[in-house]
C-alpha cells in the first residue's frame, strides 16, 4: 500500500503503478529552496496546486531549475496543518481525460509551506531574502478587496491602519508588511503576480499593496521612502488563468485507492473549505503573464507559460473573460441551478443548453472578440464546447460557478453590452442571448427552481440588496413583477452600464415575466427563444 509521502515514494511504493513520480532528488531541491527561496506563492488551494505547482514541477523534471515553491496560506491555514503537512507537501495530480482516462502524477515542488495565520514570522525570513525574484498569488478577487459595498474600508482592514505592519491580519495588509521588511534589509527588487482568474489582477494586487502602504505613512507608521521603493522596485505583472479546477470528486478517490494508494479522504475545514490529497483538473490549461520581473525569473516559458507584453495579457483575458469562455460558464451556471442540473457536463447534453452557449459565444460574443495574436479565439472557443465543458470527468457544478455572479456580470456580459453601444455597425438591440440569461439570473435570485422548490443561491456579496427589490416578486405570478427589477437593471456595478438606458430593459423584463409562468416556465422561455 502507497501513501503520499516522501517516505512512501522513495521506497519505492510507487513503482509500477500508473503514476508518474519526480526525477529530481527531492531532498537536494528542498535544502537549496529554503536556503536561498526563489519562489513565494500565497494561497495554497486546488489551482496552486495542479497548476502553479505544477509549472514548478514541469521545470524541476527538465533540470531547468534547482528551487521549488514555498506556499503559504493567509486565510484558511488548516489547509497547511490538514493536507500539506501530513502529505510532506506532496499533490497527487490526477489530469480528467474526456475518455474517462486520468492522468496520474505526484507533485512534490512545494518544498516547504506555511501557516501565515500563525504570523509566527517565518515568512519575514523568506521575504527578506536577497535571492526571492516573485510571489504569486491565487488569494480569488475578494482577497485584495479592502473596502465593502458601501465603499468604506473593512473594519479588519481599519484595524490595520491603525495597527500599523507589526500587527495586521488581511492578506494585503500582511504582504504589504513584508515588502516593508524587504525594504528594510536587502531592498533587492521583487515581482507580485497575481495569477487570480480576475480582470486587471496586478493593478487590483498593486492598489491594494500602494493604498495600504499610503495609509500606513499617513498614521506614521513607514516613511515616504517605502511608498517609493515600492514604486520603482516592485512590479506587478498581468496575467491570465485558465483550468477548470473543481472540488475534489469522490469518483476520482475512489479510483486512486483502488489503486492500493490510501490516506485520499477529503477534509473540510473550519473556514468550509473542501480539500483532499489529490486534485482533480481538466487536462487543458492557460497561463499569460506580463514578462515584468525585475529580479529575474525561472524560465516559465519553458513549462508552457506564455510570457509576453501588458496589451497581448489584457487581450488574451478579454478574450477569455468577455467571449470564449466565462459568458459561456455563467449561462450554464444559472440555467442549470434553475432546471436542476448539478454538473456542467450534463447540462452540455441539453439541446437548448448547448444551443444557448454556442448562439451566445459564437453568434454574440465573437463579433466584438479581442484577438491576442498568441492564441486563437476561434480554437478556444472551439476547445471550450467540443472538449472542455463537455468532459464528462470534471465533476464542475454549476452552483459553484454562480458564485459572486454579480461580480462577473459586468465583465462577462456589460463589456460585449458595451461593445455593441459603441460600435455603429453594431446593434445592440439585436442580442437575444445575453439578455435570456440576464433574465434568468434575476429569476434566479428569488431562490426557487422551475419546479417551484426552494434552492439554496450560491454566496453573492449583493444577494440581500438585489432580493430585497425582488422581495414582492413570485416566481408563479408575472403581474408581481412590476417595475421590481428596474434598480438592479440600471446597476453600472452590476452590469458596467445602465440596462435601461441602453435599450434592453424592455426585452430582459419581458423575457422576465415569461420565466415567472410557473412550473417549467424558466425551460419553455429558454427552448422559445433558442
Not at 460558464?329 to 457536463?345: D, M
Not at 453590452?417 to 435570485?445: F, G, H, M, Q
Not at 427589477?485 to 423584463?509: V, Y
Request: proline fraction near 6%.
Amino acid at each position: 500500500m502507497a501513501t503520499l509521502d516522501l517516505r512512501s515514494l522513495q521506497s519505492g511504493a510507487f513503482e509500477g503503478l500508473p503514476v508518474k513520480v519526480p526525477s529530481y532528488d527531492i531532498g537536494s531541491m528542498i535544502e537549496a529552496t529554503m536556503k536561498e527561496p526563489l519562489w513565494l506563492h500565497f494561497g495554497a488551494g486546488n489551482i496552486f496546486r495542479i497548476f502553479i505547482a505544477g509549472i514548478a514541477e514541469d521545470l524541476l523534471n527538465a533540470g531547468l531549475i534547482d528551487r521549488g515553491i514555498i506556499a503559504a496560506d493567509l486565510f484558511d491555514g488548516q489547509i497547511i496543518d490538514d493536507i500539506y503537512k501530513p502529505h510532506d507537501n506532496l499533490t497527487l495530480a490526477a489530469g480528467m481525460r474526456a475518455d474517462g482516462n486520468i492522468d496520474l502524477r505526484v507533485i512534490a515542488s512545494v518544498a516547504g509551506s506555511v501557516n501565515g495565520v500563525t504570523n509566527d514570522g517565518s515568512l519575514g525570513k523568506i521575504a527578506i531574502a536577497p535571492s526571492l525574484q516573485m510571489m504569486s498569488f491565487t488569494i480569488t478577487e475578494k482577497g485584495y478587496a479592502l473596502k465593502g459595498l458601501d465603499g468604506d474600508y473593512l473594519d479588519i482592514v481599519k484595524s490595520d491602519i491603525t495597527n500599523g505592519p507589526g500587527k495586521c491580519v488581511h492578506a494585503m495588509s500582511r504582504v504589504c508588511a513584508l515588502l516593508f521588511e524587504r525594504y528594510k534589509d536587502c531592498g533587492r527588487p521583487v515581482a507580485l503576480v497575481s495569477m487570480d482568474n480576475c480582470s486587471h489582477n496586478g493593478d487590483k494586487l498593486k492598489d491594494s499593496i500602494l493604498t495600504i502602504a499610503s495609509e500606513w505613512h499617513e498614521q506614521g507608521h513607514v516613511g515616504e521612502e517605502f511608498i517609493n521603493w515600492i514604486c520603482e522596485n516592485v512590479s506587478f505583472p498581468l496575467s491570465m488563468i485558465d483550468k477548470i479546477t473543481p472540488r475534489p470528486d469522490s469518483g476520482v478517490q475512489e479510483k486512486i485507492e483502488a489503486l492500493g494508494i490510501d490516506g485520499m479522504a477529503p477534509v473540510t475545514t473550519s473556514k468550509g473549505t473542501y480539500i483532499a490529497p489529490f486534485v482533480n483538473a481538466e487536462i487543458p490549461q492557460y497561463l499569460v503573464v506580463e514578462d515584468l520581473f525585475p529580479q529575474g525569473r525561472p524560465k516559465l516559458e519553458a513549462a508552457g507559460v506564455y510570457m509576453t507584453d501588458r496589451d497581448t495579457v489584457n487581450k488574451v483575458e478579454k478574450m477569455k473573460v468577455t467571449t470564449c469562455l466565462n459568458p459561456l460558464h455563467t449561462a450554464l451556471a444559472v440555467f442549470g441551478c434553475l432546471t436542476g442540473y448539478n454538473k456542467i457536463s450534463d447540462e452540455m447534453k441539453d439541446p437548448d443548453l448547448l444551443a444557448l452557449i454556442t448562439r451566445l459565444g459564437y453568434d454574440e460574443a465573437m463579433p466584438v472578440v479581442t484577438d491576442p495574436g498568441i492564441i486563437s479565439p476561434s480554437a478556444f472557443i472551439s476547445e471550450v464546447i467540443n472538449e472542455r465543458l463537455p468532459n464528462p470527468y470534471i465533476p464542475d457544478t454549476p452552483q459553484r460557478i454562480a458564485t459572486d455572479t454579480s461580480l462577473k456580470l459586468p465583465i462577462r456580459f456589460g463589456e460585449t453590452i458595451k461593445s455593441y453601444i459603441e460600435d455603429p455597425d453594431l446593434d445592440v438591440a439585436s442580442l437575444e442571448c445575453i439578455p435570456l440569461v440576464i433574465a434568468a439570473w434575476i429569476r434566479y435570485l428569488l431562490a426557487v427552481d422551475d419546479k417551484g422548490d426552494p434552492i439554496e443561491l450560491s454566496s453573492d456579496p449583493m444577494l440581500a440588496e438585489l432580493q430585497e427589490h425582488l422581495k414582492d416578486v413570485k416566481w408563479n405570478d408575472p403581474d408581481t413583477l412590476g417595475d421590481a427589477a428596474d434598480p438592479i437593471l440600471r446597476n453600472s456595478l452590476i452590469f458596467a452600464t445602465d440596462l435601461i438606458e441602453a435599450g434592453l430593459g424592455d426585452k430582459i423584463k419581458t423575457l422576465l415575466r415569461g420565466m415567472l409562468g410557473g412550473a417549467g416556465s424558466v425551460r419553455k422561455t429558454l427552448h422559445d427563444h433558442i
